[in-house]
Nanobody
Framework: QVQLVESGGGLVQAGGALRLSCVVS????????IGWFRQAPGKEREFVAA????????DYLDSVKGRFTISRDNAKNTVYLHMISLKPEDTAVYYC????????????????????WGQGTQVTVSS
């Protein structure tokens, strides 16, 4: 059973920064692509960023490109989402997810392509 635990959320002013962490346990971490999704109140869950299990390929939601950076440390079984220049519209619960795929450079962008999910961490950006 794979478990994911997010941390690092909080309240920040617009223009501020946060770094989210996702610790994965229970299986060979390095064989999973990891993604970050978010869900704001009254909205559907949306893809934010993904990193392949090799770690050399990344993908981002257009509105976060240049502001968010996803990275992974396979030695620590951890994926990070570094967020800068935060905007009020970034306010949401952020979830990390793990997906097992045979293509090493694959960066899944759909929720259905992930097998395991964390419980989420709240990010609130005040204006």
């Amino acid at each position: 059973q794979v478990q994911l635990v997010e941390s690092g959320g909080g309240l920040v002013q617009a223009g501020g920064a946060l770094r989210l962490s996702c610790v994965v346990s229970g299986h060979t971490f390095s064989s999973y692509a990891i993604g970050w999704f978010r869900q704001a109140p009254g909205k559907e869950r949306e893809f934010v960023a993904a990193i392949s299990w090799i770690g050399s390929t990344t993908d981002y939601l257009d509105s976060v490109k240049g502001r968010f950076t996803i990275s992974r440390d396979n030695a620590k079984n951890t994926v990070y989402l570094h967020m800068i220049s935060l905007k009020p519209e970034d306010t949401a619960v952020y979830y990390c997810a793990a997906g097992s795929h045979t293509v090493v450079f694959f960066t899944p962008t759909r929720a259905a392509e992930y097998d395991y999910w964390g419980q989420g961490t709240q990010v609130t950006v005040s204006s």
